[in-house]
């Protein structure tokens, strides 16, 4: 009769063992799932927030094709560097200066053609832009 009982504390116990085993994986699984779409929804706010600021300078340019004129009143912090212009924000999206910024707004007059911009949106640990458009001032250009 000790055989039985042991035998049948034997399979209760490797039933145990089962059932926590995929438990644990089946854990990490969703742990892994909710880290994923942490990253996705960063990474899409990120994109979000490039999208609108280079289509607010872009309609800016399209009505003053002096950049610093256009840009000066809404954009404090607008600094030029040699022929391009650069706008700097922290991680919270607020302007700020050079030395603190996480996201970069590079503004740069094509040297051929005049009233054409590229905007470039980049964040400070990315080496590829987050969003990149080109935009004329005068319509017949592009």
Known sequence: MKKT??????ILLMEIIISFTFFALSSAICIQLFVKAYTIS???????????????IADLLSENS?????????YETLVQEKENYMIY???????CDKEDYYYRVLIREDQKQEGLFTIVFTRED?????????????PLTM
């Open 5 to 10: 009982y042991t035998s049948r504390s034997l």
């Open 66 to 74: 002096n950049v610093s004129e256009a840009l000066s009143p809404y």
């Open 126 to 138: 990315s080496v590829s832009p987050l969003y990149e458009v080109t935009v004329s001032t005068n």
């Open 89 to 95: 924000f922290d991680e919270e999206h607020n302007l």
């Open 42 to 56: 960063q990474t899409s706010q990120a994109l979000d927030y490039a999208v609108t600021q280079v289509s607010s």
